[in-house]
Nanobody, 123 residues
Framework: VQLQASGGGLVQPGGSLRLSCVASGVSGRTFSRYSMGWFRQAPGKERDFVTG???????YYADSVKGRFTISRDIAKNTVYLQMNSLKSEDTATYYCALGSIWPITAAGMDSWGKGTLVTVSS
């Protein structure tokens, strides 16, 4: 399975961005059985969990993004989205999508990773 994340960019504080992560090399039916997650890594820091969605659409978020970020999945497009609203400077990081068979998801437990997409929140 290959993952391709996109949608990053420069946004002002309070703004919004939507990230996408497309999975290839897997059927939609198989894709729907995986857990998907978003992680982020700021310069000089460890990679942190942001949000995850289970095959049955159970979702959880890191406390730092609750109420501002929303994860969703489109099985027909083999795509997971991360809608980010009310962005803050501390959200600046490279964002990675990942796929795995575990729940709850952890960075160490994911099977496939996409290349990151950079999100910069700055005025």
């Amino acid at each position: 399975v290959q993952l391709q994340a996109s949608g990053g960019g420069l946004v002002q504080p309070g703004g919004s961005l939507r990230l996408s992560c497309v999975a290839s090399g897997v059927s939609g039916r198989t894709f729907s059985r995986y857990s998907m997650g978003w992680f982020r890594q700021a310069p000089g820091k460890e990679r942190d969990f942001v949000t995850g969605i289970k095959w049955n659409n159970i979702i959880y978020y890191a406390d730092s993004v609750k109420g501002r970020f929303t994860i969703s999945r489109d099985i027909a497009k083999n795509t997971v989205y991360l809608q980010m609203n009310s962005l803050k400077s501390e959200d600046t990081a490279t964002y990675y999508c990942a796929l795995g068979s575990i729940w709850p998801i952890t960075a160490a437990g994911m099977d496939s990773w996409g290349k990151g997409t950079l999100v910069t929140v700055s005025s």
